[in-house]
């Protein structure tokens, strides 16, 4: 098991430095002078001279390259250039609001989404069936921002039971502020693993193992439950990495309706006020999310799948 | 055999026809009923301007948040411009997104991957490292990172949902490059003497044109989606120009107003996403039986 875990680890070097590539390469290199896009067409020649002596631009490219490689991997980003606050300090204050979130609302999915899944296995195109279809069909229509809105409206504004914004300090006013955002991201996850959750269980139900179990004379719910739901949940758990990070890029848009904060909230921020350092750090704090979580799916599967362990 | 003869001669039924008969039958309501959203969506963003109430960026300070009446089905915003008419100039922005992003991207993608598939070895490797990177970031999440990179406006939206939409064609079209590769014609192609591209222009792409196609149709509807995240997080189109997605954002801004720009861009959303995908299913289904 640690040999996998190890050899995992060692595959995933390749890929965070490409991924640092990747972003090296989108932010320095595409269109534009970086210096110019910072700080506006406005800018004096001097200010921009300065800024690019500050971030390094003026060094050769191979320089610039290395230079970033290493801040990044020393997670060492720099300072905002809006208050002069250290990028990491932000990143650090922002960070938990948006785990919390991502994994309330991925709680939530599977709590709602793996009943709906199996009712409408077990009732299969009946009307539980077709009620679950109709859930999923506009859960994967309707945008989560939309629907936050809408939330939004009805449930803090017009009845006042939730708050409109902010974070919330202390673990009940934290839940109770994350309660309404959680639940816009979980009923389109649900639409989702719902669906997940019903395929994988009309599969599983169709199996020998599932007739010998009800011919043994095991009860309903004991065939659905022990024998059914626990195999069908294999591929929805495998199901859930990607659908984690699907969450994780809804955050972003769910961060800005309920006014919560959040790396969403700060990437986006720093988009509208230009605030370079802050932007390369969103972005790359993203794209390690998005390798780590590749490589817990991975290690996952080996977990599950003796198999797989036994091949690496 | 003698007493069918009419069977041999007469001509094949045009494939296309029979799919579209098949696509589009009594029995199953609901396509029905998303091909007609999907041609009133159409029908309404090209012939916006003359469906239009009013002028979408025409501002009327006389008369701001109104609520919906007869003269503003869906009231106004806080500028005074008319709701309706926003979103029907908003719906010929979608259209535009949601044809442009996935065609350049199946172009784009698809020339990636059959030039993996076909050729193999060390362009395979790279192409393919590539794509499975790319293929690891939600497509939302890797549109706002190269937003972060570009900012808005027309052509880096365009950008943007190509970009997030190329590694997935790149891989159906490797895919289906690897096992026409494997078919005696092409075989045969190559035993010819036939010139590289020409087996790939006259072999190759009409045989992987299916899949390709059907991936397209499957997202206009995720393009529509995308473009409408992207301008309610304001890295998308640039206000004043109507997109369903930033009339969000600026109700949301506004939202002691008036609810009704939110609610009924929103309903746009979603009942057009919702009419594109039960199409592109449908279609999924008819092009390809198999896998129904």
Redesign the interface.
């Known amino acids: 098991m640690l040999r996998t875990i190890g050899a995992r680890l060692v595959d995933a070097v390749p890929?965070v430095l490409?991924?640092l590539s990747?972003?090296f390469v989108?932010?320095r290199l595409?269109?534009g002078d970086p210096a110019l896009?910072a700080l506006g067409e406005y800018a004096t020649q001097d200010q921009l001279a300065l800024f690019r002596r500050q971030m390094g631009l003026d060094l050769p490219l191979w320089q610039q390259y290395f230079a970033f490689l290493r801040n990044m991997l020393m997670l060492d980003f720099g300072t905002s250039l809006v208050n002069q606050t250290p990028v990491i300090q932000l990143i650090r204050e922002n960070l938990p609001y948006t785990i919390e979130l991502t994994l309330v609302a991925t709680g939530m999915g599977l709590v709602f989404g793996i009943p709906l899944g199996v009712v409408a296995a077990v009732n299969r195109n009946r009307w539980q069936d077709r009620g679950a279809r109709i859930f999923s069909?506009?859960g994967?229509?309707?945008?989560d921002?939309?629907?936050g809105?809408?939330l939004?409206?009805v449930f803090a504004?017009n009845l006042g039971w939730f708050p409109i914004n902010g974070g919330g300090t202390g673990f009940w006013d934290r839940m109770y502020h994350v309660f309404l955002p959680a639940l816009t991201l979980a009923m389109v996850k649900t639409a989702f693993i719902g669906r997940l959750t019903r395929t994988s269980m009309l599969e599983v139900l169709g199996r020998d193992y599932v007739r010998t179990a009800r011919a043994k004379g095991a009860r309903e719910p004991r065939v659905i439950y022990r024998h059914g739901l626990r195999n069908a949940l294999l591929p929805v758990t495998t199901g859930l990495g990607?659908s984690l990070?699907?969450t994780?890029?809804?955050s972003?848009?769910i961060e800005?309706?309920f006014n919560r904060p959040g790396i969403?909230e700060v990437?986006?921020s720093?988009?509208?006020k230009r605030d370079y350092p802050v932007?390369q750090a969103?972005?790359v704090v993203?794209?390690f999310f998005?390798?780590a979580v590749?490589l817990l799916v991975d290690l996952a599967y080996a977990v599950v799948d003796p198999r797989i362990r036994v091949k690496a | 055999m003698s007493a069918l003869p009419d069977e041999s001669i007469a001509p094949a039924p045009d494939p296309g026809f029979q799919i579209l008969r098949r696509l589009i039958s009594m029995e199953q309501p609901g396509t029905l009923l998303a091909a007609l959203v999907v041609c009133a969506f159409v029908v309404v963003a090209v012939l916006a301007p003359w469906i239009a109430p009013y002028d979408p960026l025409a501002q009327s300070y006389l008369r701001i948040n109104a609520y919906p009446s007869s003269q503003h089905w869906l009231g106004t915003d806080q500028f005074g411009r008319d709701v309706l008419s926003r979103l029907i100039f908003g719906a010929r922005n979608s259209l535009i997104f949601g044809l442009m992003a996935p065609t350049i991207a199946a172009i784009v993608g698809t020339t990636l991957g059959v030039i993996a598939g076909y050729f193999g070895g060390f362009i395979d490797r790279v192409i393919s490292r590539l794509i499975d990177l790319l293929l690891a970031f939600p497509e939302l999440l890797l549109a706002i990172m190269i937003s972060a990179a570009l900012g808005g406006g027309f052509w880096n939206v365009i950008l943007v949902l190509s970009i997030a939409f190329i590694p997935g064609f790149a891989r159906v079209a490797r895919a289906s490059t690897l096992a026409v590769r494997q078919e005696p014609y092409i075989e045969a192609s190559v035993a010819a003497g036939l010139r590289t591209h020409t087996i790939i222009l006259r072999h190759v792409l009409p045989n992987i044109s299916a899949p390709v196609v059907v991936l397209m149709t499957l997202w206009v509807a995720s393009a529509i989606r995308l473009e409408a995240s992207l301008s309610f997080l304001g890295i998308g189109t640039r206000p004043p120009a109507p997109s369903w997605g930033n009339i969000i954002r600026d109700a949301l801004g506004n939202i002691f107003g008036s609810p009704w720009p939110i609610i009924g861009a929103g309903f746009a959303i979603t009942v057009v996403v919702l009419a594109f995908n039960v199409l592109g299913d449908a279609l999924r289904d008819a092009l390809d039986p198999d896998t129904a």
């Not at chain 1, 994967?140 to 945008?143: R, W």
């Open positions: 890929t490409l991924v990747l972003v989108a932010l595409l269109p896009v069909l506009v994967y229509a309707i945008p921002f939309y629907l809105a809408l939004l409206i504004l990607l990070l699907a994780l890029s809804g972003v848009a800005l309706v969403g990437l986006i720093a988009i509208a932007i969103g972005v993203f794209a998005v390798v590749n």
